[in-house]
């Protein structure tokens, strides 16, 4: 025989019968409520045999005190009473409330997670793993995360934040670069500065003439405003224009001297120089076909003839001695004068 617990004065029933002698408790769903005096838990039975939980007035047909079985609907092993995610996938392992468990919080559940320590903040691909992809997006040896400049062309020397570490590509590295916004195609010194070499006051890259004596006046291509070359060696006869075979190659050989002049060149001039013997105006005159002779052949080598010059003045400007044979070979010259633009 059940025995049932009166709520209201707490006294025993032996039979259903003495239900009727006992005052009627009315729940808000309008049923006779009574407690199980066996479970002494929230679950009334009405007169009409009903079985209620009293903590929201649900039914509770199903639970053990009311001779039914617990229902778990998703067989996750938390009662659908106190299920707050009923539909969990089967097998999968839930926390107390009956939901999917993740526990390293990276958006996969543990059930799908093979990697199930992952560190915050992680990508993960769906495995719940950390996404294997190019952690080098331009292969320039910093990692994408601490890239500040991910897409530094190939072959671009970076820093350790990846970004270019010669911003004006002059080959010195900024941190060693005094001089950071050089101007492109401008040769530099080891601080990254504009490089001269000679000290004319001409960057190298601009200089034809990079090895200028110190003090010498130079145009804004870093030659001499003036540059003369004595043809020592080309000493004529006595009383002769006439090159010879050996003269044709030292000739030859100034024309090559030549060719790092010729964009900046503006005037060649040949002078023609005689010792002191003979007439004064007959020496003028041999000294201007001596001159023509060099310029002629110059002219042959393939210098416009619109760039070079060619005059005669005698025995004037000697730069050796007369009265000997060596000064006298030595006047019998020929000089090339260089003005440039």
Avoid at 145 to 161: E, F, I, K, L
Avoid at 274 to 299: E, F, H, M, P, Q
Avoid at 326 to 335: D, T
Wanted: proline share 5%; glycine share 8%.
């Amino acid at each position: 025989m059940i025995k049932y617990k009166n709520i209201k004065n707490n006294t025993l029933c032996l039979s259903a019968l003495c239900m009727l002698a006992i005052p009627t408790i009315v729940s808000a769903h309008g049923k006779h409520g009574y407690i199980l005096d066996k479970s002494e838990k929230s679950i009334v039975v009405s007169s009409s045999g009903d079985c209620w939980q009293t903590t929201g007035w649900k039914s509770g047909d199903a639970l053990p005190e009311c001779g039914g079985k617990v229902l778990d609907t998703d067989n996750d092993g938390v009662p659908d009473n106190q299920d707050k995610c009923p539909t969990t996938p089967v097998n999968a392992p839930v926390n107390i409330s009956g939901c999917q468990v993740d526990s390293d919080r990276d958006g996969v559940f543990d059930q799908f997670d093979q990697c199930l320590k992952t560190p915050p903040n992680t990508r993960v691909a769906q495995n719940g793993c950390a996404l294997v992809v190019n952690n080098d997006s331009d292969n320039d040896g910093v990692m994408n995360q601490n890239d500040r400049c991910p897409t530094t062309p190939v072959g671009v020397s970076v820093d350790a934040t990846g970004c270019n570490n010669d911003n004006d590509a002059d080959g010195v590295l900024n941190q060693n670069d005094q001089c950071p916004t050089t101007k492109t195609g401008v040769t530099v010194d080891a601080t990254g500065c504009n490089a001269d070499w000679d000290n004319d006051g001409v960057n190298n890259s601009y200089d034809r003439c990079a090895n200028t004596p110190a003090n010498t006046r130079v145009n804004n291509v870093g030659c001499a405003l003036e540059r003369k070359l004595v043809l020592k060696d080309v000493e004529f006869p006595t009383n002769s224009s006439v090159l010879n075979a050996q003269y044709k190659a030292i000739l030859d050989s100034v024309y090559n001297q030549l060719q790092p002049y010729m964009n900046v060149v503006k005037t060649i001039k040949v002078k023609g120089f005689t010792d002191s013997r003979g007439a004064a105006k007959y020496n003028l005159y041999l000294s201007k076909r001596r001159a023509k002779s060099v310029k002629d052949y110059l002219i042959g080598k393939g210098i416009p003839a619109s760039l070079i010059q060619s005059s005669g003045y005698g025995k004037e400007n000697p730069i050796a001695n007369n009265d000997t044979s060596v000064g006298r070979a030595k006047n019998r010259r020929v000089e090339i004068h260089l003005d440039y633009k």
